[in-house]
């Protein structure tokens, strides 16, 4: 079964500062993945996705992401924390061989944003 | 559009009470799932479907049933309400596996 590794459960930053979230999978093939962002008291809202196009992956809110299969990593990245972006964030991953369309997430990683 | 539209947003049940949790997509999408939110452990997939008339266990499916008559609707049904299925409840839909999935804004359920 795919299973996604978040590491860190808090990360806290300064406005301005770079935003390095991390995230880990587990397959042999390489899955789709995605970076979804929940703010209090929302639902989950797709913040970017991998689908085997281009390596380096571009989302809103300057958000980015680089898959990289040799670490098995799809790690978040934003240049300049804002402080609306203060969420917390989510890496899940759908499995490309089985049926249908099963989402995975990782437990999360809480960005506080700090003036 | 109105995307994913999940009813209740808050609700409070007694033990061994039961209800149904609605969810609707008016997406056309053929895929939908219900997942469970609990702090520190990310979302769980409680149940999914691939279609109307097709639905499959998830990760934490025990004491949850659902069915899946329509394109559109995909409720979530407790039994017997239990303390330990106090939690947040998301229902999403997609309309394949390349996407990546809408999520309606939640249920927060209590059981007493």
């Known amino acids: 079964a795919q299973s996604v590794t978040q590491l860190g459960s808090h990360v806290s930053v300064s406005e301005g500062a770079l935003v390095l979230l991390r995230c880990n999978y587990s397959s042999s093939v390489p899955p789709y993945l995605f970076w979804y962002v929940q703010y209090p008291n929302q639902g989950l809202q797709l913040l970017l996705k991998?689908?085997?196009?281009?390596?380096l992956v571009k989302g809103i809110n300057g958000f980015e992401a680089e898959f990289k299969k040799s670490e098995t990593s799809f790690h978040l990245t934003k240049p300049s924390a804002h402080m609306s972006d203060a969420a917390e964030y989510f890496c899940?991953?759908?499995?490309?061989?089985?049926?249908?369309?099963?989402?995975?997430f990782g437990e999360g990683t809480q960005l506080t944003v700090n003036p | 559009n109105a995307g994913v539209t999940q009813t209740p947003k808050f609700q409070v049940l007694k033990t061994g009470q039961s209800m149904t949790l609605q969810c609707a997509q008016d997406m056309n999408h053929e895929y939908m799932s219900w997942y469970r939110q609990d702090p520190g452990m990310g979302l769980r997939l409680i149940h999914y479907s691939v279609g109307a008339g097709i639905t499959d266990q998830g990760e934490v499916p025990n004491g949850y049933n659902v069915s899946r008559s329509t394109t559109e609707d995909f409720p979530l049904r407790l039994l017997s309400a239990a303390p330990s299925q106090t939690s947040v409840y998301f229902c999403?839909?997609?309309?394949?596996?390349?996407?990546?999935?809408?999520f309606g804004s939640g249920t927060r359920l209590t059981v007493v």
């Open positions: 899940a991953v759908s499995d490309r061989e089985t049926s249908g369309s099963r989402l995975t």
């Open positions: 991998y689908t085997s196009a281009a390596t």
């Open positions: 999403a839909s997609s309309s394949d596996r390349v996407n990546g999935y809408t």
